[in-house]
């Protein structure tokens, strides 16, 4: 199945996503994973757009929709996929809906992980990043075993850091920015027959069981 997860900033769309890829043996892509693989390699899309990023300029719709696509023709997504932080809009719904029918594909479903927004400023003001492999930690939920060091890495690696965006002056600022920007992206596929919500704020293994309830 070709998946869409959609929440807004917290919601917990990444855990969701390793648990689907797990369960349905289909890959896990996150558009931020693509342009950090692109521009390392040195693809030619990654350098188009770098050539946007060092202008100080959003990278085109179309530029993000052909690295899509180019990852989705890899053979271990030839039976699907999940994607994980595309389309953050209207219009690049739009033009992702067009580059997929030039394909004869589609969409199967799109999968809201709906969560407050008093849940959400909870959860990212408490969310801690580990420095070098970047694994997610949070004050009230997921402790780290040793306050401000990673429980993976080496103690001189792995000092955890807090993200400016995720501190809780800044948090209202982006569920502001989802609210414009992706939150009319449930409409759009509602109006298509494929979009169902999750209730994001049970336990986890509960949000992981209706999420693979809705794929039945």
Not at 5 to 11: E, I, S, Y
Not at 37 to 52: D, F, I, N, R, V
Not at 168 to 184: H, I, S
């Amino acid at each position: 199945m070709r998946i869409i997860l959609l929440g807004a900033p917290g919601a917990g769309k990444g855990t969701q996503a390793a648990t689907l890829n797990e369960e349905l043996n289909a890959p896990h892509i996150a558009t931020g994973d693509l342009f950090r693989a692109a521009l390392s390699q040195g693809t030619p899309l990654g350098l188009e757009a770098k050539s946007y990023m060092d202008r100080g300029e959003l990278v085109p719709d179309n530029v993000t929709v052909r690295m899509l696509l180019e990852r989705i023709s890899q053979p271990d997504a030839a039976d699907g996929y999940i994607l994980d932080g595309f389309p953050r809009s209207l219009a690049q719904a739009e033009a992702l809906d067009d580059a997929l029918k030039s394909r004869n594909e589609n969409i199967d479903k799109v999968l809201l992980v709906d969560v407050s927004e008093d849940e959400l400023v909870r959860r990212l003001s408490g969310r801690w990043i580990c420095r070098t492999c970047q694994k997610p930690f949070h004050v009230i939920n997921n402790p780290p075993k040793k306050d401000g060091l990673c429980d993976v890495c080496d103690p001189e690696d792995g000092e955890l850091y807090q993200r400016d965006d995720d501190k809780p002056e800044t948090v209202r600022n982006r569920l502001g920015v989802y609210q414009d920007q992706t939150a009319p992206l449930i409409d759009y596929y509602t109006a298509q027959g494929i979009l169902t919500s999750i209730n994001g704020e049970q336990e986890i293994e509960s949000v992981r069981a209706d999420l693979l309830a809705a794929l039945e």
